[in-house]
């Protein structure tokens, strides 16, 4: 399957998935405060029907022979576990995460969430250049 058709599946299953949260239990799809709320112990069995599912769809691509992520099979668990956690203090900070700012709060035309997804998209595009060329751009430098 092409790229760019299993990108636009998965934007319309993100969708389809944050419409029908809002429009069957009246919350927004922000995986950050479901998680938490989880973690939380917080009533609501649907947060951990949500993560399930998110897990789910993972280990059904996998059984299909889809290959996980290269950025999470050739980059070391510690780099990973480090970065898991500076996304969670960043949600915490920005009081959400990309789904719920980029897709939920965009949709409803917040500017606080388009400030926060631009600030998202931003680090994550620093990100990558100092991952991919830092060597690069601070060798030169010296």
């Known amino acids: 399957m092409h790229p760019y058709l299993q990108s636009l599946i998965g934007g319309l299953m993100i969708g389809a998935a944050s419409a029908g949260l809002l429009l069957v239990n009246g919350r927004i799809a922000g ?3 479901i998680l938490s ?10 947060r951990w029907a949500f993560l399930g599912g998110l897990a789910a769809v993972g280990l059904v691509a996998l059984a299909l022979g889809r ?6 099979t050739e980059t070391a668990p510690g780099l990973l576990v480090l970065g898991g956690l500076i996304v969670g203090v960043g949600t915490q900070v920005g009081n959400g995460c990309t789904s719920g700012h980029g897709v939920c709060g965009l949709s ?22 100092f991952v991919r060329h830092g060597a690069q751009l601070f060798g030169g430098l010296s």
């Open 67 to 72: 290959a996980a992520p290269l950025a999470l």
């Open 31 to 33: 995986i950050s405060g």
């Open 37 to 46: 709320n989880a973690a939380a112990l917080r009533p609501g069995a649907w």
């Open 108 to 129: 409803n035309l917040s500017r606080r969430s388009l400030v926060a997804t631009a600030t998202f998209m931003a680090v994550a595009g620093l990100t990558v250049l």
